[in-house]
């Protein structure tokens, strides 16, 4: 099993984000261009990188001050179980400590990874 590298950059490119959005039937990837923007405009994005393959995704949209939304974390199926999804909500969690509001949005019906993620990870303020 080859290490996942964690960054804090948007060097990703469509090509990297749709198969993670399609393999994890996000309905986001039937609208790449909003997604992309939607992404690269997030206050911040944690990726995780199998070589040169995108395997997880979270993100953050926040006012800068108080309150903070975590509205996207998706690991690739092939890679639930190694605590990826632990790793990129601890990481955006952390960065946002001091924050008087903090909120996971997940989509309805949240599969059981996203569950484990959020509710292993540090408790997020509300």
Not at 37 to 51: I, P
Not at 59 to 85: E, S
Not at 90 to 111: I, Q, V, W
Request: positive net charge.
């Amino acid at each position: 099993m080859s290490e996942i590298e964690l960054r804090d950059t948007r060097d990703f490119t469509i090509d990297d984000v749709l198969p993670l959005y399609r393999a994890n039937e996000w309905s986001w990837a039937k609208d790449p261009v909003k997604l992309l923007e939607a992404l690269r405009n997030s206050h911040s994005v944690v990726t995780a990188w199998d070589a040169s393959t995108l395997v997880g995704l979270g993100n953050a949209i926040t006012d800068g001050w108080v309150v903070v939304y975590y509205p996207h974390l998706l690991v690739h199926p092939d890679y639930h179980r190694r605590g990826i999804g632990r790793q990129i909500i601890s990481r955006l969690t952390d960065k946002f400590a001091g924050f008087h509001t903090s909120k996971c949005c997940l989509p309805r019906g949240p599969s059981s990874f996203t569950s484990r993620a959020v509710s292993t990870s540090p408790p997020v303020r509300q």
